[in-house]
């Protein structure tokens, strides 16, 4: 597994504002080989292990956040 590189501040608020709100939502990221992937749930915990930020939705499905590329229409590179 490669090296964790954190998300944007302003984009994790994005994504727990969702979860908050039981939001569905498109996520868009990239799969163990680079390609793109999409997974649509409603995200349902934010959490870190192993120093690492996770997502979870209600439907069991998990991903780290640096996978992701956007969020519906919200794409990570336009975070700061």
Do not use: N, W
């Amino acid at each position: 597994m490669s090296d964790y590189r954190p998300i944007s501040c302003s984009f994790y608020d994005e994504l727990e504002a969702r979860a908050t709100t039981g939001q569905r939502c498109t996520l868009h990221y990239r799969g163990e080989d680079g390609e793109l992937l999409t997974h649509e749930g409603i995200i349902a915990d934010l959490y870190i292990r192993d120093r690492v930020e996770y997502l979870r939705c209600q439907d069991g499905f998990e991903l780290r956040l640096d996978r992701l590329t956007a969020v519906d229409d919200r794409e990570v590179k336009d975070y700061c």
